[in-house]
């Protein structure tokens, strides 16, 4: 079946820095891929959605200059949180689809801590 | 926009038992509908779907009832076993290429 990759499972970084989080798509092509992030006993908020060679489409509230989105491959999605402050402190977990399904398959997640 | 709710946020069940998670929503647009399984620290893994054009399918010891006249999507979990013990969520989609959107989820407890 389809599997995604998400590198790393977790991270810890300082305040200030920046922590690039990879989303693949192990077995098959994913055109469109979904970034979302998850605060403790909450439900998943979608972020952006990427399209393969286009610009990602962000959720209102969301800022596009700080949770900047690569979709550069049909296989590979990064998510780079810059000058990542304790408040992105977050489960963010990434999900792929194919061409025609209607089916998306969720990566492991990567949980950040800023400290 | 859409909006996705549950009506218990935990449910506690004795092992052996039925389990029954309910689901909202409210825009009649969606088409597709997902219920997903997430355990602590794991990202969301597939249950089960169903489309628009259905009321019900069934899965292995899950079935999905779906009621597009009130807005109403059920898992329903059969025999259930201390390895269902997760947090259950429905999300919805108008399909194909489009965002899938998340309910506030329910904590399934399995009392042995």
């Known amino acids: 079946g389809a599997v995604v990759s998400q590198h790393p499972s977790w991270v810890i970084c300082k305040s200030g820095t920046s922590v690039k989080i990879e989303c693949r798509s192990l077995d098959f092509q994913a055109t469109t891929m979904f970034w979302y992030r998850q605060f403790p006993k909450q439900s998943l908020m979608l972020m952006a959605t990427?399209?393969?060679?286009?610009?990602?489409?962000?959720e209102q509230g969301v800022e596009k200059d700080k949770f900047l989105i690569n979709h550069a491959s049909l296989t590979l999605s990064t998510l780079t949180v810059t000058s990542a402050h304790p408040e992105d402190s977050s489960f963010y977990i990434c999900?792929?689809?194919?061409?025609?399904?209607?089916?998306?398959?969720f990566g492991s997640g990567t949980r950040l801590t800023v400290v | 926009g859409e909006s996705v709710g549950l009506h218990l946020p935990t449910l506690s069940v004795q092992e052996g038992d039925n389990s029954i998670i309910n689901c909202a929503y409210s825009?009649?647009?969606?088409?597709?509908f997902i219920w997903y399984k997430q355990e602590s620290g794991k990202g969301p893994q597939f249950i089960i779907d169903?489309?628009?054009?259905?009321d019900k399918r069934q899965g292995q010891r899950v079935t999905v009832l779906l009621n597009k006249t009130v807005k109403h999507l059920s898992l329903q979990i059969a025999a259930t076993q201390p390895g269902d013990s997760a947090v259950y969520f429905c999300?919805?989609?108008?399909?194909?290429?489009?965002?899938?959107?998340f309910g506030t989820g329910t904590k399934l407890q399995v009392i042995p």
């Open positions: 999900s792929a689809g194919q061409g025609t399904s209607y089916g998306y398959t």
């Open positions: 999300a919805v989609s108008s399909g194909g290429y489009q965002k899938v959107t």
């Open positions: 825009n009649s647009a969606s088409d597709y």
């Open positions: 169903i489309r628009s054009n259905m």
């Open positions: 990427s399209n393969e060679g286009s610009k990602a489409t962000y």
